[in-house]
Nanobody
Framework: QAQLVESGGGLVQAGGSLRLSCAAS????????MGWYRQAPGKQRELVAD???????NYADSVKGRFGISRDNAKNTVYLQMNSLKPEDTAVYYC???????????????WGQGTQVTVSS
């Protein structure tokens, strides 16, 4: 099995920055894509950004130019650097990853427990 644990959320003023981290642990053989999603109250969960094992990135239009996703494959960790934060970025942020555990024949999608990001105006 594998577990994803996020950290780095909190309260920040508009225009500020936060860096989220998500570390995968467990009986991990390899990790494919990793990503960040967010869910605001009363809204559906939406993709923020994702990154392939080779480093190719993809961003939601709402965060392009403000957020940066990166990963450290040696640490099985994905990061989300969030700059120029806006009140509409307020949400619970979740990471996910495609993980192949030892003795498994395929990848499975794992999710973290979420971390709250609140941006005050």
């Amino acid at each position: 099995q594998a577990q994803l644990v996020e950290s780095g959320g909190g309260l920040v003023q508009a225009g500020g920055s936060l860096r989220l981290s998500c570390a995968a642990s467990g009986s991990i053989f390899s990790i494919s894509d990793m990503g960040w999603y967010r869910q605001a109250p009363g809204k559906q969960r939406e993709l923020v950004a994702d990154i392939t094992s080779g480093g190719r990135t993809n961003y939601a239009d709402s965060v392009k130019g403000r957020f940066g996703i990166s990963r450290d494959n040696a640490k099985n960790t994905v990061y989300l650097q969030m700059n120029s934060l806006k009140p509409e970025d307020t949400a619970v942020y979740y990471c996910n990853a495609g993980v192949k555990i030892y003795y498994s024949v395929s990848y499975s999608l794992y999710w973290g427990q979420g971390t709250q990001v609140t941006v005050s105006s």
